[in-house]
């Protein structure tokens, strides 16, 4: 009797374990190489958040770290199998990026972000416990008039709400 209530109980314990690690990606997100981008991270003097999953499906991941007026800097870009790219940028101090046409929206009921869709990107960031981050989509070529980017605003907000649920 001790035994199987031993072996049930492991098996619980293994269960919750590993539910407890992973998060279940949403329809029309995906995975990435979260332990190679972890591990980039850890380079940092300071840790941000990462997001739960990107908007786009990935075949590579490229990291930087850089220094901009004395304030440390990473990129992580994201590679699509059509070279589309996905940026995030994490910064202590606030990253200086030209607006075109600004929008302010919410991302959370803590978090404001400001969002510009242009015919070349789109661009959100927030600021969150002293990081900016800056996140950045970038088809390979430019959409033909009329035709939409591939990733929408809203994809972009849901990946920002995954780095702080």
């Not at 999953?53 to 059509?82: A, K, R």
């Not at 002293?130 to 033909?144: D, I, K, N, Q």
Request: proline share 6%; net charge negative; glycine share 4%.
């Amino acid at each position: 009797m001790w035994r199987r209530f031993g072996v049930l109980f492991f098996s619980l314990l293994m269960i919750s374990a590993c539910g407890s690690k992973t998060h279940a990606v949403p329809s029309g997100y995906h995975s990435y190489n979260l332990e190679k981008v972890s591990s980039a991270v850890e380079q940092l003097e300071f840790q941000p958040d990462l997001p739960e999953y990107i908007p786009v499906p990935m075949i590579s991941v490229v990291s930087d770290i850089y220094q901009d007026d004395g304030s440390e800097l990473m990129d992580l870009s994201f590679y699509t199998p059509d070279n589309d790219l996905l940026t995030i940028q994490f910064s202590q101090e606030e990253i200086d990026t030209p607006w075109m046409d600004p929008e302010e929206l919410p991302i959370n009921d803590d978090i404001d972000g400001v969002y510009e869709d242009n015919r070349f990107s789109k661009k959100l960031t927030w600021e969150k416990d002293g990081v900016t981050y800056l996140m950045t989509y970038r088809t390979s070529v430019a959409p033909e008039e009329g035709n939409e980017q591939s990733v929408t605003r809203q994809q972009l907000v849901e990946v920002a709400r995954s780095f702080h649920s």
